[in-house]
């Protein structure tokens, strides 16, 4: 399929068009291509780029899009706030709700006397804040951002937890960004941050709130990068794993690119601790940057 989505969300296709769009796009862009349809009852947030794909832009429809980031508070607390490190988008122009000191982007809502404003098709570099010359945009697209904002969290009763086991995914893997705890928010939040950290020292610690849908044997890789990077190599000392009442430990070698477990677990909600000691010089306990749960059995 001939399309990319190129930051901040704008889809150009074969240079006919430069097109507000994001990747909610992909799924029923596939399905249209193929001629399948959705599953009855599951909404649709994208629509389908056929029509920009076939050099027909007449009638797309000039949409807001939605973007939010949560990461892990001082106190552990990893829940989606109104109004918080968050942005708006139309064709034209973007707001951007987010804290100017760092330590508050993931804690402090934004108010309309702070939210900038952006007009995309002449300053996409978003140089030049004009929210102060049109109060009457950004309160439209803040009010927006919020019906949007209300809708997506309806129904979450925190923690979201991500699900063991389960037959439409498996294996699963965790990753920093779901991780909680106070020292969680110092973990890599992407594969750039985590090949920097493996490059000096490895940092964040905490836990994954889970649900381990199906008993089971299982199998739960830990790991700092993929399992054939050379640089991925973790340091001796050794591994830790904790389900519920589970609890695993073994020594790390020289060298291993991965710690493997194996062990039976129950059905149910419950945390994931993994931690690895000696992969730092000041001896603090680190979290994987990864952890594959598979489990096993599976035809």
């Not at 056929?50 to 980031?69: C, E, I, S, Y």
Request: charged share 25%.
């Amino acid at each position: 399929v001939p399309f990319f989505v190129r930051a901040p969300g704008r889809l150009r296709s074969g240079g006919d068009h430069d097109t507000n769009a994001a990747q909610i796009e992909v799924n029923p862009t596939q399905l249209e291509i193929f001629g399948a349809k959705n599953p009855e009852g599951v909404p649709v947030d994208g629509v389908s780029l056929v029509p920009l794909l076939n050099g027909n832009a007449a009638n797309w429809p000039d949409r807001t899009l939605f973007f939010q980031q949560t990461r892990p508070d001082p106190q552990g607390i990893d829940e989606p706030r109104l109004f918080t490190h968050c942005a708006a988008r139309s064709q034209r122009y973007k707001i951007v709700m987010a804290a100017a000191n760092k330590n508050e982007l993931y804690t402090k809502a934004i108010g309309p006397e702070e939210t900038e404003l952006f007009d995309i098709e002449k300053d996409p570099g978003e140089r030049n804040n004009i929210a102060k010359e049109h109060p009457g945009i950004v309160g439209s697209m803040r009010a927006e951002y919020e019906s949007w904002f209300r809708d997506v969290t309806r129904g979450i009763n925190p923690p979201a937890r991500n699900r063991l086991g389960a037959p439409e995914a498996n294996p699963t893997t965790l990753t920093g960004q779901d991780l909680r705890g106070p020292r969680a928010v110092r973990a890599p939040w992407n594969h750039h941050s985590a090949e920097r950290q493996r490059n000096t020292e490895p940092d964040g610690f905490g836990y994954w709130e889970v649900e381990v849908v199906r008993a089971g044997d299982y199998e739960i890789t830990l790991r700092l990068g993929a399992v054939d990077q050379e640089k991925a190599a973790l340091k001796e000392g050794s591994a830790r794993l904790q389900v519920n009442h589970v609890s695993r430990e073994q020594p790390i070698a020289k060298a291993a690119r991965a710690v493997i477990f194996r062990l039976s677990l129950e059905p149910g909600e419950t945390r994931l601790e993994a931690t690895l000691s000696g992969q730092r010089k000041d001896g603090q306990l680190v979290s994987p940057f990864f952890v594959d749960v598979k489990r096993l059995g599976e035809v």
